[in-house]
């Protein structure tokens, strides 16, 4: 078996992204280790989430990766999105539950799903 720890997504606004991230109920650590720059992290259960800005050869952040959180609080989530008129799908039922698909600051998709 194997197991996902580890997701690090690259911004060039860790501080904006992390903000936007606590808006899905997430709340993030500053810090470094070792040689790395200072970054944002979460741990979701076993994953580590990190937000790390830009590496010196990047200029833009990737937005193809897909995330995906489960939640007991969808609806006050989807309320305080829109209270920040943050764009998301209509909510809708799937095979996999009830969901809405979330863009971040850098364009990345995520699903929430309703527990």
Request: net charge negative; hydrophobic share 35%.
């Amino acid at each position: 078996m194997i197991a996902v720890t580890l997701i690090v997504i690259r911004t060039d606004n860790p501080e904006k992204l992390a903000e936007f991230y606590t808006w899905l109920g997430l709340t993030f650590e500053y810090h470094k280790h070792g040689n790395s720059p200072f970054h944002y992290s979460v741990e979701v259960g076993s994953l580590t989430l990190e937000i790390y800005p830009l590496t010196k050869s990047q200029t833009v952040a990737d937005k193809y990766l897909r995330l995906g959180f489960a939640t007991d609080n969808f609806d006050e989530i989807l309320n305080q999105l829109r209270d920040k008129n943050v764009a998301f799908t209509e909510p809708t039922a799937t095979d996999f539950g009830y969901v809405t698909v979330i863009t971040d600051l850098d364009g990345r998709k995520i699903e929430l799903y309703k527990k």
